[in-house]
């Protein structure tokens, strides 16, 4: 991979880090706001303990995220970015467009996929 390359992924990587851990604040304002306000009746009540399991599930999924870009950017920096870590191919560019933190190429992806099934 370009030097080049790799400069824009880790600024990709970067930029999506910093979203992230903005997203997770705002989530965790959001809870503590649904944890201080009132519930008048059960439908309330519900109401808040449904968006407060919401807002836990996007910051989970999004702190799992997080370690994934990490593990990317760390990645890069020893040199290893863009191969997967089953087959040790290059993962393709188009791939890492969408996903800069992908771990395994789209052959492998799938293997997994299926075999989590």
Do not use: W
Not at 105 to 114: F, L, Y
């Amino acid at each position: 991979m370009h030097e080049s390359d790799l400069k824009y992924f880790k600024d990709l990587l970067h930029e999506r880090k910093r979203q992230i851990k903005k997203n997770i604040e705002d989530a965790y304002r959001e809870i503590e706001g649904l944890n201080e306000s009132e519930a008048n009746d059960e439908a309330d009540f519900a109401s808040i303990s449904t968006d407060r399991m919401i807002e836990q599930a996007i910051s989970s999924q999004q702190s799992r995220e997080l370690v994934e870009i990490e593990i990317a950017l760390s990645k890069i920096s020893n040199g290893t970015y863009g191969i997967c870590d089953m087959c040790e191919e290059d993962i393709g560019m188009q791939r890492l467009k969408v996903k800069p933190h992908a771990k395994y190429c789209i052959v492998c992806r799938e293997i997994i996929e299926k075999t989590a099934k």
